[in-house]
T-cell receptor, first 115, second 112 residues
Framework: GAGVSQSPSNKVTEKGKDVELRCDPI?????LYWYRQSLGQGLEFLIY????????KSGLPSDRFSAERTGGSVSTLTIQRTQQEDSAVYLC?????????????FGPGTRLTVL | GNSVTQMEGPVTLSEEAFLTINCTYT??????LFWYVQYPGEGLQLLLK?????DKGSNKGFEATYRKETTSFHLEKGSVQVSDSAVYFC???????????FGKGTKLTVNP
């Protein structure tokens, strides 16, 4: 079946602009995660959704970052007033039920470059 | 807090060599442990996992055993191939927060 998809695959923006990143999880997966991957920081957790609720948003680096999930499916990560340090690959993952033993399946990522 | 430490790379081997990538973790209780792999130009994919002590995960000739006494989950392969060239990430999921905590990754290059 279809895997996790993300769009756009690449995004170049100017400092101060807002960006929206989209994630389509595997159909039927109730848990959805956002991570980001950068050279300096490695792979960092951002936020976790169970259904449409976000019980753990502890990894969001500042209040410029927000995310929502609608219909228990698609999620959007929004970064307002982008800064150069936001440049990274943003990864979305989903799992069937969100327990610690579940496999998280990752999308191909969105590469964000802030000029 | 929970953390994962894996050997720093890069690691360069010749084809058919034996591979070990060390991974140790810090966590309370009993986390699940994972190895993910990222091939050049591709996304992260699960290589193997183990969810309780003494479990052995295996896939594509790779193996790792969950050792609670040494808090380790070392990745091994008896004979690597050029196609195994990739970045390997060790990770844990403690539960409660359900997030993966990753090590910094180890880049493996296998030469013919």
């Amino acid at each position: 079946g279809a895997g996790v998809s993300q769009s756009p695959s690449n995004k170049v923006t100017e400092k101060g602009k807002d960006v929206e990143l989209r994630c389509d999880p595997i159909s039927g997966h109730t848990a959805l995660y956002w991570y980001r991957q950068s050279l300096g920081q490695g792979l960092e957790f951002l936020i976790y959704f169970q259904g449409n609720s976000a019980p753990d948003k502890s990894g969001l680096p500042s209040d410029r970052f927000s995310a929502e999930r609608t219909g228990g499916s698609v999620s959007t990560l929004t970064i307002q007033r982008t800064q150069q340090e936001d440049s990274a690959v943003y990864l979305c993952a989903s799992s069937s039920s969100g327990t610690s033993t579940d496999t998280q399946y990752f999308g191909p990522g969105t590469r964000l470059t802030v000029l | 807090g929970n953390s994962v430490t894996q050997m720093e790379g890069p690691v360069t081997l010749s084809e058919e060599a034996f591979l070990t990538i060390n991974c140790t973790y810090t966590a309370t209780g009993y986390p699940s442990l994972f190895w993910y792999v990222q091939y050049p130009g591709e996304g992260l994919q699960l290589l193997l996992k183990a969810t309780k002590a003494d479990d052995k995960g295996s896939n594509k000739g790779f193996e790792a055993t969950y050792r609670k006494e040494t808090t380790s989950f070392h990745l091994e392969k008896g004979s690597v191939q050029v196609s195994d060239s990739a970045v390997y990430f060790c990770a844990l999921n403690k539960g409660g927060s359900e997030k993966l905590v990753f090590g910094k990754g180890t880049k493996l290059t296998v030469n013919p």
